[in-house]
């Protein structure tokens, strides 16, 4: 089994920046690619950005150029470093870690609010 938990969400003001972590523990085997997506409140949940096991990584248009995405291999844990926040991306992160299936972590909140 493997668990996922996130952390660095929180309230911040527009323009700012935060850092997301992922750490995965557990029964981790032959990761492919971790990543994240975001809930908005009354919104489906949209794909935001992933990293390929070998370091390729890919974003979603409304977030190129604002967030960026790395890995720690060793330590199996992705980063989502988020600058220049806005309201709209006011959102519960998850993050997820493709093996031979699918997991997710719990979420973590992230509020852009003057």
């Known amino acids: 089994q493997v668990q996922l938990v996130e952390s660095g969400g929180g309230l911040v003001q527009p323009g700012g920046s935060l850092r997301l972590s992922c750490a995965a523990s557990g029964s981790v085997f032959s990761i492919n690619a971790m990543g994240w997506y975001r809930q908005a409140p009354g919104e489906e949940r949209e794909w935001v950005a992933h990293?390929?096991?070998?370091?390729?990584?890919n974003y979603a248009d409304s977030v190129k150029g604002r967030f960026t995405i790395s890995r720690d291999n060793a330590k199996d844990t992705v980063f989502l470093q988020i600058d220049n926040l806005k309201a709209e991306d006011t959102a519960v992160y998850y993050c997820f870690l493709d093996s031979q299936r699918r997991y997710w972590g719990q979420g973590t909140q992230v509020t852009v609010s003057s």
């Open positions: 990293i390929s096991s070998g370091g390729s990584t």
